[in-house]
């Protein structure tokens, strides 16, 4: 799969995820940095067929309207430190592959996988 981490997640995702196997970028990787334009990061992520990785729920709303991100994987989790983020990716990493492979929107909280279909 491959995956655009968004500026308010840790560049750590996406080591984990490329070790996991995976395609992963940071917005840190793009020209603007972490000033990237959501409407940038949706034309990037449709053009190169990735997920959209964010805490941002704007996102979540261009995606419910707009279908922009066309993938996106939403971090629900509030505010934990980046060693619990990385801990809790990798608990359910197996789990976020398999819904990512039949579902376009899905949500991971500090307790479960949820499925917006």
Do not use: C, Y
């Not at 261009?62 to 990385?86: C, H, V």
């Not at 307790?111 to 279909?117: K, L, V, W």
């Amino acid at each position: 799969m491959k995956f655009l981490v968004d500026a308010q997640l840790p560049r750590r995702l996406v080591r984990q995820l490329t070790e996991g196997g995976h395609d992963a970028i940071h917005t840190l990787e793009l020209p603007a940095g972490n000033r990237t334009l959501d409407v940038e990061i949706n034309a990037r992520a449709l053009a190169e067929g990735r997920i959209v990785v964010t805490k941002d729920r704007d996102f979540v709303t261009s995606f419910l309207l707009r279908k922009q991100p066309p993938r996106l994987l939403l971090i629900s989790t509030g505010n934990i430190s980046n060693d619990a983020l990385s801990h809790l990716l990798a608990a359910n990493l197996a789990g976020l592959e398999a819904a990512l492979t039949q579902f376009n929107f899905v949500e991971l909280s500090a307790s479960a996988i949820t499925i917006h279909s």
